[in-house]
């Protein structure tokens, strides 16, 4: 069986895997400019075979590893891990926390790419073998700042491969478990900024002013109404109000109000109608209440779009790691955005998520992502970097049969 060394070969390199991520967790980097976790990727893979691709827009990078078999014409396979950050404060405790205030790996980023560290180091001990190329795309920027649209565009993924993975950490799903679905895994995510204008005056006197602060109340009830009416209840949409900013005191009428928020959708058509319906109902509900709004949005990551072929490569590779335990087809999409869905509008692939709960812990009551307590057992990262390293190795054995 293909698999069956390599997640005894992962867990021999799990001292290397934990030591990495740790290095990178107490150094966490924001935004596309990540230099000192691509230094220390660069020098953890420093003896390895490896061509190096850099751009202009990112501190990113794309190693590539030619296999022994390699063609002119042979299969290509990208992984991926990203490197960012969050801009918020750890409050773990670990000894290895943080070591810049404001900042946090509350995502597992920095367990993505150490097992991506891990994976190449083990397709690197099979390079003889690959009749084939291994595109390895170590991406900043992946919280909201297109990083994956920008190594693209930077021309760092040539050729595009003939299928792409990656993996995402979930701190609050079993210990080792895979899990993935074909078609749209995460969600499409905008940003809107909805002003509403009106005539601000004295509080005692409303009569004598144009008030936005109703008609923006109002917008936020209208447009959920607009979800559950405008809307298939089977269809996925979330459009959720998170801000309300207006007003200095307590006794003036402002002269504008802004609200903002997000949208999420698991389709190109129902992101464009969403698109249009909150401006519209903005518009009309403003224009009930005597004054204006205008919106204006901000297009964020697309939908991920899992193939199914990929789907089924890992499912099959997920259950020859750790048997039928091993795998769980997702019921739903996540509502949730991840930009390595721009990898995915030009090939094939899938994205997976790895539960890293501790083991005997109840992992459904465990912290999420993005939360300043979020803590990963360690011991399950050698199973993330088996997995990639078994789909890369599956699909070079076999593409999609």
């Known amino acids: 069986m293909l698999t069956e060394t390599l997640l005894e070969s992962a867990r021999a ?19 596309l400019d990540c230099p000192m976790t691509m230094a220390k990727v660069r020098e953890a893979l420093a003896d390895l075979p490896l061509e190096w691709r850099t751009g202009p827009s990112t501190t990113g990078a794309v190693a590539v590893l030619r296999g022994g078999r390699a063609g002119e014409d042979s299969t290509n396979v990208l992984l991926r891990g990203d490197m960012d950050a969050l801009p918020m404060e750890e409050k773990t405790g670990l000894d290895f926390a943080s070591t810049i205030p404001g900042r946090m790996h509350a995502c597992g980023h920095d367990t993505h790419t150490a097992m991506l560290v891990g994976a190449a180091r083990m397709l690197a001990d099979r390079r003889e073998s690959i009749a084939g190329t291994v595109q390895l795309m170590f991406q900043p920027g992946e919280e909201g700042h297109h990083g994956a649209r920008f190594m693209l565009d930077d021309g760092l993924i040539d ?18 478990v895979l899990a993935g679905c074909a078609g749209p895994l995460m969600a499409a995510a905008d940003q809107f900024t909805i002003t509403v204008r009106g005539q601000g005056g004295h509080a005692s006197m409303p009569h004598d002013c144009a008030d936005p602060v109703p008609a923006a109340a109002a917008i936020v009830g209208t447009i959920q109404s607009m979800v559950t009416r405008r809307f298939r209840a089977t269809e996925a949409v979330v459009v959720t109000v998170t801000q309300i900013h207006g007003g200095t005191t307590h006794n003036v009428i402002p002269d504008a109000v802004t609200l903002s928020g997000t949208m999420r959708t698991l389709s190109g058509a129902a992101r464009e109608r969403v698109h249009e319906l909150v401006a519209e109902t903005a518009r009309q509900t403003a224009a009930a209440h005597g004054v204006e709004a205008a919106c204006e949005i901000e297009p964020g990551f697309p939908v991920t779009l899992c193939d199914p072929r990929a789907v089924a490569l890992g499912r099959e590779v997920a259950h020859e790691l750790g048997g039928e335990e091993g795998w769980r087809d997702l019921p739903d999409p996540i509502m949730g955005a991840e930009d390595f869905a ?32 979020m803590t990963v057992d360690e011991a399950a990262l050698p199973h993330g970097a088996a997995m990639l390293t078994g789909c890369a190795l599956r699909f070079f054995e076999r593409g999609f049969e």
């Open 159 to 176: 050729p595009l491969p003939d299928v792409a993975f990656a993996l995402h950490i979930m701190p609050n799903a079993k210990f080792g």
């Open 13 to 31: 390199l799990q001292p290397d895997i934990v030591a990495l991520r740790r290095a990178i967790h107490a150094e966490p980097e924001l935004g």
């Open 342 to 373: 721009y990898v995915l509008e030009k090939t094939p692939g899938a994205m997976f998520f790895l539960g890293v709960a501790p083991q005997g812990e109840d992992w459904s009551q465990c912290c999420a992502i993005h939360s300043p307590r």
